[in-house]
């Protein structure tokens, strides 16, 4: 996929088409904190689901990840990338629509809310593979720290408003209703998407069969010394941190006594730390280097789960002891995604990004829904203080990965590719 015309890239700042791209990841990173709250509380108000049904609520949303192997030599051999981007908009606004229209009628029930949740991994699924090469059309190389950052501030900013709004909404309009702000941004990200002009070549030859690129997808990421490190840190982190992920909205509600708005206020004003991790992540980088940087963002990334544990006190400390260990955490995980995803991006040919990014992903998301269980059995069995502990330091050891690899000594991006 190439950008259309041959004049010089505008900053990323004045790119038109880069901007309506940014605009309509930030609406759609908007409407998914609506529902990244709403669905478990779905699960746990109106169905009175279980610690261990909600993990598996949990578990399916990821669950489509271990599809990504195929689907990503599926789609290094498709010409129209931005069509299928449309396509994975499109069918998760129908999904998430059906919920609010099942809950008119009184009909809302766990078998809906497993289902929707798959199928909307599912289009996430899709919807990954095909934006590595749309990426690529909108960005040079030199300007992937920077862009990568960008689209995280926008993560980073819903992570600020978009659980205090979305809580507001449950609260005001109820959970399943709710939802229908997500479906909306879904809406609204295709039709942006659509207005995106890019000239999309058709791919190489295709020299083996989709078998055959699935196993090279694999190989490049085992045998590449950076994308081995990486996608070995990424799914530690992810494992131990979906223990906690899979537990938080049920610990913050009945361990903790918190409405739904208290919530959405503690993890948006933790959130705040994101939006500073993503915009001060290049800084950082120039400052120290791209691998200490990604190392630092490693540890504070997990480590602060294990204080969740800690939180007690009248409401208002809950919220506020809460909201600081989101926000260090936020810190981290921004300083790892911003350099990482930039680093994979640099380190990954052209030709093989699809199926890079599905053998990928099938690793590295498709080990949460494995952490979301573990954490439902344990907390489970041991309760959810103790599995909170165990989230929180098991997650450190993912830094091994980085600190036994090249990433380490890498301090730019060119360090990565020469």
């Not at 640099?346 to 979301?372: E, F, H, K």
Request: glycine fraction near 10%; charge should be positive; hydrophobic fraction near 55%.
């Amino acid at each position: 996929m190439t950008a259309v015309g041959t004049a010089p890239r505008p900053a990323l700042h004045r790119d038109r088409r880069f901007r309506t791209f940014w605009i309509g990841e930030t609406v759609s990173q908007f409407g998914d904190r609506i529902s990244e709250l709403a669905l478990p509380l779905i699960a746990v108000s109106l169905l009175a689901a279980t610690p261990a049904q909600v993990s598996i609520l949990t578990a399916l949303i990821w669950l489509p990840n271990l599809l990504g192997l195929f689907l990503g030599a599926w789609v290094d051999q498709r010409t129209h990338k931005r069509r299928l981007l449309i396509i994975a908009d499109l069918i998760r606004a129908a999904v998430l629509l059906s919920l609010p229209v099942a809950y008119l009628f009184g009909a809302v029930t766990l078998t809906q809310l497993y289902l929707v949740a798959l199928l909307t991994g599912a289009g996430a699924v899709l919807f990954a593979m095909a934006r590595q090469a749309f990426f690529v059309a909108l960005v040079p190389p030199s300007a992937y720290i920077d862009a990568t950052s960008k689209l995280s501030m926008s993560r980073a900013v819903s992570f600020v408003a978009g659980p205090a709004v979305g809580g507001g909404l449950v609260q005001a309009l109820t959970a399943p209703v709710a939802v229908v702000v997500d479906a909306v941004s879904f809406l609204a990200s295709a039709l942006l998407i659509g207005r995106i002009p890019v000239a999309e070549a058709p791919p190489p030859p295709r020299r083996t069969s989709t078998l055959g690129l699935v196993r090279d997808g694999l190989v490049l990421v085992v045998r590449h010394p950076v994308l081995r490190a990486a996608l070995g840190c990424t799914s530690t982190v992810n494992f131990f941190s979906f223990i906690a992920t899979a537990l938080l909205v049920l610990y913050a509600s009945r361990e903790l006594d918190l409405s739904a708005g208290a919530i959405g206020i503690a993890f948006g004003a933790g959130a705040i730390g994101g939006l500073a991790g993503a915009a001060l992540a290049p800084r950082v980088t120039r400052a120290i280097g791209l691998g200490r940087t990604t190392m630092i963002g490693v540890v504070l990334f997990p480590a602060p789960l294990a204080l969740t544990a800690l939180v007690t006190g009248p409401t208002w400390a809950k919220v506020a002891m809460l909201a600081a260990i989101e926000l260090v955490s936020s810190v981290g995980v921004m300083l790892m995604d911003v350099n990482l995803n930039a680093l994979l991006t640099a380190v990954t040919p052209d030709d093989a990004r699809g199926r890079r990014a599905g053998a990928y992903s099938a690793v590295n998301y498709g080990i949460r829904p494995l952490g979301a269980l573990v954490g439902g059995a344990l907390g489970t069995t041991i309760g959810l203080r103790p599995t909170l502990v165990i989230a929180g330091l098991g997650g450190v050891l993912a830094v091994l990965w980085l600190f036994a690899s090249p990433v380490r000594h890498i301090a730019t991006l060119d360090d990565a590719v020469t």
